[in-house]
């Protein structure tokens, strides 16, 4: 079976599901969400991401875009942990000293985030250039 048609199957039950009272309608909502699972389960992998230096931990969001907790040492041996979404930009950033002290408090949070946060991945993009070669971000030529 298809992806589209287990979404076309899934989305027919919920239909369904809506006229429907009591236990029948609780378990056409049940098997919309097993087809709904499944179709997930089955999609393609999502592309992959660079990640930054330092990454001690990667969680997709829900459209397939990383979150990640890195480690990074600030002012002299403290150790943090900030997080950083990759689909949205959303998270702590390491270079302002902003971050968890304890790895498993940055973990959820990030975790927390990612169940939530429905930003794609970012595409992988290849330098712009011209017919003069390479292009910076103000549009000069290298």
Partial sequence: MHLNDMHDR?????????TERGERRQHMIEEAR???DLATTMAAAPPAQAVPDGTVVQIRTRSGALTVVQEHTAWGDTTLYPWQCLGCGHGRDPHYGDGEPR????????????RRCWAHPAPATEPRTTGAGPVDLQGESA
Avoid: G, P
């Avoid at 027919?12 to 809506?18: D, E, G």
């Fill in 34 to 36: 097993l087809w709904i």
């Fill in 103 to 114: 790895r498993d408090v940055a973990v959820e949070q990030a975790t927390r985030h990612a």
């Fill in 10 to 18: 899934a989305a027919s039950l919920l239909l369904a599901a809506r």
